[in-house]
């Protein structure tokens, strides 16, 4: 999963040609910034983490990773990174402009806007 979150990571700091984008700097720091916050309130060492904080931090980097993103629609450039990874990690070589990535770009939106919808409906206040 460590990929796929990183495609959606750098997908949120590049343009269209995969460059770093304008917004780059303002959502890594804005990432940066809730890491140290959280590190700051969450740990008794900064400098000497336990097991128990870094594998927490873990789970605390993959959320500041998402910060920023918006799958946007069917060709959002998070979908087409996801969709390239996905074709990557098994094994195929297929244009980005191919019906096979325009069906996964689809396929993965359904799964964002399912996902979406649930988490929608939790109460995190409780």
């Known amino acids: 999963m460590g990929e796929y979150n990183q495609a959606v990571a ?3 700091v590049t343009d269209a040609s995969g460059l770093p984008g304008p917004q780059a ?3 890594n720091n804005l990432r940066m910034d809730f890491v140290e916050k959280w590190i700051g309130a969450n740990t008794v ?6 097991q128990e904080e870094k594998d927490k931090l873990k789970c605390v980097l993959r959320v500041a990773n998402r910060l920023g ?3 946007g629609g069917e060709n959002s450039i998070v979908l087409r990174f996801l969709s390239s990874k996905v074709a990557y990690r098994s094994g195929c070589t297929v244009d ?3 019906e096979a990535l325009r069906r ?3 396929i993965l939106l359904g799964f ?3 996902d979406k919808g649930y988490l929608d409906s939790v109460d995190l206040q409780r």
């Open 45 to 50: 060492d900064k400098n000497a983490l336990t």
């Open 112 to 114: 964002y806007n399912q």
């Open 96 to 98: 980005p402009q191919s």
């Open 10 to 12: 750098w997908s949120t």
């Open 25 to 27: 700097v303002e959502i």
């Open 104 to 106: 996964l770009r689809a």
């Open 69 to 71: 993103v918006d799958i």
